[in-house]
């Protein structure tokens, strides 16, 4: 099985990813947050890339809807900064979290592109007790002359139009 950082050179930027290649990337990307490795969950992404939990489903245009989170670059920065300050009261102390990523089904492939839909299960536990979040993944990564990057991460939560408690961790 091949690290996240083989996996950043193994596909030259013209190529789409492989599946097999977008699922390991996946897998690294949940390994990081699980471990609040969030400065190296930074670099994945595209100068571009949209990160988004919404409070709707099924919909297209997440920028003009009330989102849970709607990150753009910049946006990213500020949110891993607030979380590893100690400053942010959703996340002091940390969340202890184990996700399981799977049921990949490839929606499409594009020039230097994969699209793709998951299922997550993510188990928080903090303040002694246990939480469960299930959630649709969509996911677009591309091949750069860098490695693989998160173009677009939306986290469907499988009760988000009825969603009332705060997440003090990226999913």
């Given at each position: 099985m091949s690290t996240l950082a083989e996996t950043r050179t193994e596909t030259p930027a013209s190529a789409a990813p492989s599946l097999q290649d977008a699922i390991q990337f996946i897998w690294a990307e949940a390994d990081m947050l699980d471990r609040l490795d969030y400065r190296a969950w930074l670099p994945l992404w595209t100068e571009g890339?949209?990160?988004v939990?919404?409070?709707?489903?099924?919909?297209?245009d997440y920028d003009d809807r009330l989102n849970i989170v709607n990150d753009d670059a910049e946006m990213r920065?500020?949110?891993?900064?607030?979380?590893?300050?100690g400053?942010?009261?959703s996340s002091a102390p940390p969340a202890r979290t184990v996700r399981t990523v799977s049921r990949f089904v490839p929606v499409a492939v594009e020039d230097g592109?994969?699209?793709l839909r998951a299922a997550?299960?993510?188990v928080e536990y903090k303040y002694e007790r246990m939480r469960t979040l299930a959630a649709d993944v969509d996911y677009r990564i591309?091949?750069?002359?860098?490695?693989?990057?998160l173009d677009r991460k939306i986290v469907t939560l499988v009760?988000?139009?009825?969603?009332?408690?705060?997440?003090g961790y990226l999913l």
């Open positions: 890339g949209r990160y939990i919404p409070t709707e489903r099924d919909i297209a920065q500020a949110r891993v900064k607030r979380l590893l300050s400053f942010s009261m592109a994969i699209t997550m299960i993510l591309v091949a750069t002359g860098d490695g693989l990057r009760n988000c139009d009825d969603y009332q408690h705060g997440i």
